[in-house]
């Protein structure tokens, strides 16, 4: 049957005389059909967001920026969209359904269409930003469409109590969805696709619930069907999708590629060079690795005579710097604090990624903890010889807070008399004052520093603090340290460890602020530095 051109919401029945629709058993059966609908388009709605801005943080950095352009751009196309709704006239369920399919179609390809122009178009904004307002307008369209279909079936309150309810519970479920289970367990890729489906469900459902009150049914419909089996064949080809993607964005193949809560693990290989990827950084090349972890162990455990037995290494779950530590016999016990397992798990469990460490991570003397660093610290109870601190660089808030004077506080007490810290600090040239930064950082808390760097191809310059809690003289450096240095190293020498200390005018001390938890000056520091030198 089709629909009555003449009646704006593409169905016929008595109107009541309060001018609504007389109530029967059918119209209950539609109005919880939508309503349930509501819920569906609610989480979907949200999912792509949260998709948009992951993606955005993932490929771009700075995920703060990310993720507040991102839910600003696509509020205001949602707007838009609601806005727009006053324009559609009639056949109102047609019209939905045509929406839905749209919905679908676009917030079901959001991660490969992103990925894919990140790798392939300069523009990439252009197109994040066109993405995003696009799915929000559609997403807005949504919503108002649906509540004038329902008004002549539920009471007024009714109806708006019902529908805005279900839609915040809608954005409740996909906010707990999303971190939790579908970017750890499913990944990007294939939650792109499955929400894609499940807003094509919706739009197939209600081609078969309203076929009396659709225009074009039978066009609609086969529509609906064809848009559902294609991304159904995008959802059983998403991990194709997504190796195809991520290799388009490497020089080299992928020989590895997980998700977990906290980020995106890649790892690539061309002949003997093996290089690992955190959510898009260069983290390590096996080429020049031995550079950095040289420079950031052996100049903490070589400063004092005194042996270092018990070692807490903070971050540094590749196992790298753990492989240095234990090339001194008097080590007996390492505590390495990792927040993700699947960092761990891989360069202790996969034979030839675990070769690149030595295996240290199988040693015997090695404790692994998974927990957050920085609440870790607060609840430790006990102290430490020497601190290694190897965390990523402070790319945003969440890891600028490691960088952070209360997080250097808490580290104070897990330190004995006598003991050393060591901390990455990013580069001194292309960063150089978030560099001086995390030193200022430092003192604020009371450490005596000396800074220091090394070069490191991948890298270039690349920057290590010294701190303790007693007076440091670079002179130790010159001889009693020097011959403390363990045999076998390929980069460290006794007469290049002085020079590490000495710093041209280009890398030299900047007027900066410390890092605190309410300024996160580091993070600023760090992406404007980057972005006026970036790397090669």
């Keep these: 049957m089709e629909a009555n051109p003449t009646d704006p919401v593409g169905r016929s029945g008595t109107p009541s005389p309060a001018g609504g629709q007389v109530a029967t058993p059918e119209n209950g059966v539609f109005a919880r059909a939508l309503l349930i609908s509501v819920f569906v388009i609610a989480t979907c709605g949200l999912i792509y967001e949260l998709l948009a801005g992951t993606i955005a943080s993932y490929l771009l950095g700075d995920s703060v920026t990310q993720f ?34 749209l919905v679908g179609l676009v917030g079901g390809l959001t991660s490969p269409v992103l990925f894919l122009a990140f790798a392939e178009v300069s523009a990439f904004r252009v197109i994040l930003y066109g993405w995003v307002t696009l799915t929000g307008i559609l997403v807005g369209l949504e919503i108002p469409l649906l509540m004038r279909i329902l008004e002549h079936e539920l009471p007024f309150a009714d109806l708006v109590s019902r529908v805005l309810s279900l839609d915040y519970l809608g954005a409740l479920a996909a906010s707990l969805l999303f971190p939790l289970w579908l970017v750890p367990r499913l990944g990007l890729m294939r939650s792109s696709f499955l929400f894609g489906v499940l807003n094509l469900l919706v739009a197939v459902a209600t081609c078969h619930l309203f076929a009396d009150r659709l225009a074009a049914r039978r066009r609609v419909t086969a529509q609906a069907w064809g848009a559902l089996v294609l991304l159904l064949l995008g959802l059983m080809s998403s991990e194709r999708l997504m190796s195809f993607a991520e290799q388009r964005l490497y020089d080299q193949p992928v020989i590895y590629a997980d998700s977990s809560p906290y980020q995106r693990l890649v790892i690539t290989r061309k002949l003997d060079e093996v290089r690992l990827f955190l959510d898009g950084n260069l983290q390590f090349s096996s080429r020049d690795e031995y550079r950095y972890h040289e420079a950031l162990v052996h100049p903490a455990m070589t400063y004092f005579e005194q042996p270092r037995t018990n070692v807490l290494v903070l971050g540094g779950g590749d196992g790298f710097a753990v492989r240095e530590i234990l090339r001194y016999p008097s080590v007996e016990r390492v505590v390495l604090v990792d927040l993700d397992p699947l960092m761990v798990k891989v360069f202790r469990d996969h034979d030839e990624l675990s070769g690149l460490n030595g295996f240290a991570l199988r040693d015997p003397r090695v404790e692994v903890v998974h927990q957050d660093a920085f609440i870790w610290l607060d609840r430790l109870d006990e102290q430490f010889d020497l601190v290694i601190v190897d965390f990523p660089d402070p790319r945003n808030f969440s890891l600028g ?61 690349w920057g290590f603090i010294l701190a303790a809690a007693q007076p440091l003289d670079v002179a130790v450096f010159q001889a009693e340290a020097a011959g403390r240095l363990p045999q076998g190293l390929k980069y460290l020498a006794p007469g290049l460890l002085p020079g590490l200390f000495l710093f041209p005018p280009d890398m030299g001390p900047v007027d900066v602020d410390e890092n605190r938890l309410n300024n996160q000056a580091v993070v600023e520091y760090h992406e404007r530095g980057w972005k006026a030198t970036p790397p090669t």
């Design 401 to 461: 807070k490691l960088y952070s004077t209360t997080f250097y506080q808490r580290l104070t007490a897990a330190l004995r008399p006598g003991a050393v810290v060591a901390v990455q600090s990013t580069s001194p040239l292309h960063t150089r004052e978030a560099f001086w930064c995390v030193n200022k950082t430092l003192k604020t808390v009371g450490f005596h520093t000396l800074p220091y760097h090394a070069t490191v191809p991948s890298f270039g310059k």
């Design 68 to 101: 507040s352009t991102i839910i600003g751009v696509y509020l205001f196309a949602m707007g838009v969209g609601s806005w727009l709704s006053r324009f559609v006239l009639r056949e109102l369920v047609t019209m939905f359904v045509r929406i839905e399919i």
